[in-house]
């Protein structure tokens, strides 16, 4: 494949994801009923997915926990469009403060400390699996 044409797939991986991303996290079902700043903040990291391997909800644990982790590793494709790993993990750490911030004012949503953290760490991994565009360009195999 082209590179151009490798770029552009990319690209449009990359608009997917960000689309789908916003749906799921920002215009949730009923997201403009509330009125704006509606949400609620929980500023102390890690407390409510405590509470819930304390009561044992260990699937909604887990749909938290690792569905933040897991929605921000195609953060990395930022690599692939030639972003450094910083870049695209700042790139993601702001989203996510983005994408927080909107819950809050939009209620959408729980805005919380820890989905800031685990996005940034779920874009961190992506970038560790993903090659950067110049290795994929030499045709290296980058894992």
């Known amino acids: 494949m082209k590179q151009s044409k490798r770029g552009g797939l990319v690209l449009s991986l990359f608009v997917i994801w960000l689309a789908a991303l916003f749906r799921i996290t920002v215009l949730r079902d009923g997201c403009f009923s509330h009125g704006l700043c509606s949400g609620r903040v929980e500023w102390i990291p890690f407390l409510y997915l405590a509470k819930l391997l304390r009561i044992g909800y260990y699937r909604y644990f887990c749909y938290?926990?690792?569905?933040?982790?897991?929605?921000?590793?195609?953060?990395?494709?930022?690599?692939?469009?030639?972003?450094?790993?910083?870049?695209?993990?700042?790139?993601a750490f702001a989203l996510s403060v983005l994408i927080e911030t909107l819950q809050y004012l939009l209620g959408s949503g729980v805005t919380e400390v820890e989905d800031v953290i685990l996005n940034t760490l779920g874009a961190a991994l992506g970038t560790l699996l993903t090659p950067r565009k110049k290795d994929c360009a030499a045709g290296r195999n980058m894992v």
């Open 64 to 91: 938290l926990f690792f569905g933040n982790l897991i929605w921000f590793v195609p953060a990395a494709l930022l690599c692939l469009l030639g972003a450094s790993r910083l870049r695209a993990i700042c790139f």
